[in-house]
């Protein structure tokens, strides 16, 4: 059994945008160079290239969202969260 905890995380153009949700082991508060760097280098295309814009203008935001108990309870969340939003109306992607 995991018991590291998971971290379900969004990204976006400051403080007000959702673009992007992910999921890692990595700390959202203390790992974000890390998680960023994980994004731009093995997230989808299209998701790297746009982290890397937003990283380049310095208006690249991550927030937590929620923790999980396990890698696939995280990406499950990870998951719901990304449809939530979309229900919402606010064009998000998961990797």
Known sequence: M???NYHIYGMGLGDDDLRYIGWTCKSVDNEQEQI???VTQNG??????WAKQALHCGKLSIFEIETAPSAESAKDSAMFWCEYYRWLGLDVDYA
């Open 44 to 49: 989808r295309r299209d998701i790297a290239e």
């Open 36 to 38: 960023c760097s994980d």
């Open 2 to 4: 995991e018991t590291a």
